[in-house]
């Protein structure tokens, strides 16, 4: 029996000498061991392509100072895992949500890869259906209202027969809404153009709207400033915002497809509300 152990043990050690040795000395693909646990050239690799534009200098020194970083972060990892941290059910969840946003962000690029590199006479139409994009792009100076995004859409609703920014806070007021007030400046280039054109096309003063990260923004236009965008840079700008917008698309179709062949239930308490799109 104790020979057949040895023979396991032997065999194990075959099968991972080249890449560390039984002794747990780095070689080969592993470039660093730390306390038992391995850092690859490829996590190496993944770490430095992260950075986008390495810095200049000597390269091997860059990969020696980032190996250091990766070390550094293991080496406190292994303390939290000492805590037990990673038994915490905190943990547990962002865990969770971390991976799936990784997985998201991966199924993403992984599409954009599918996604054509338009042509110059459609960049060229794009341009011209985009003004505020490119041309006529404008910033435009605001005054504005914010608020915390209500649970009761009614307050929402009441506020679309207000006229100017200062009906706007009397209702806020009335409803005893929570609200602060600032200037601000909205780029029309960040702005869908059809949701633009409905902007601009408001009466000098009237608010709008723009729901933004759970807080509701209202604005009133005070002024603008025109933001210079040169030919040459348009071509590119308009190339890659029409491939956002392509994979965009596809994202929610297959978002979409997801969701119709999926079976999800809630608690009724939990169920999206009737106009929840």
């Known amino acids: 029996m104790k020979v057949k152990l040895t023979a396991r043990l032997l065999i194990a050690c075959i099968g991972i000498l080249s890449i560390q040795g039984c002794s747990g000395t780095p070689t080969g693909q592993v470039v660093a061991v730390v306390n038992g646990e391995e850092i690859t050239q490829q996590e190496l690799n993944a770490e430095l392509a992260e950075m986008g534009q390495v810095p200049a200098g000597d390269k091997q020194l860059i990969r020696q100072q980032m190996l250091q970083?990766?070390?550094?972060r293991r080496l406190l990892a292994q303390v939290a895992k000492e805590e037990e941290l990673d038994r915490d059910p905190l943990y547990i969840i962002r865990e969770r949500r971390l991976n799936e946003e990784l997985l998201v962000q991966m199924y993403g690029a992984k599409t954009a890869d599918t996604v054509r590199v338009p042509n110059s006479a459609a960049v060229q139409k794009y341009i011209r259906d985009n003004p505020g994009k490119f041309n006529q792009r404008t910033a435009y100076l605001v005054d504005q209202v914010t608020f915390?995004?209500?649970?009761?859409?009614?307050?929402?609703?009441?506020?679309?027969?207000?006229?100017?920014?200062?009906?706007?806070?009397?209702t806020l007021k009335s409803l005893n809404v929570v609200y602060a007030k600032g200037k601000s400046s909205v780029d029309s280039g960040n702005i869908?153009?059809?949701?633009?054109?409905?902007?601009?096309?408001?009466?000098?003063?009237?608010?709008f709207i723009i729901p933004a990260q759970g807080r509701v923004v209202v604005s009133v236009i005070t002024g603008r400033q025109p933001v210079a965008v040169n030919e040459r840079d348009a071509v590119p700008l308009a190339a890659q915002a029409m491939r956002s917008e392509s994979l965009s698309k596809l994202m929610q179709a297959r978002l979409t497809e997801a969701k119709a062949a999926a079976k999800i239930t809630y608690q009724p308490q939990f169920e999206p509300p009737a106009d929840s799109k």
Request: aromatic share 0%.
């Open 192 to 207: 869908p153009t059809a949701v633009l054109n409905q902007i601009l096309a408001l009466p000098a003063g009237e608010p």
């Open 148 to 170: 915390d995004l209500p649970r009761d859409p009614k307050i929402l609703k009441a506020l679309e027969a207000d006229k100017t920014l200062a009906d706007v806070e009397a």
């Open 69 to 72: 970083r990766i070390i550094e």
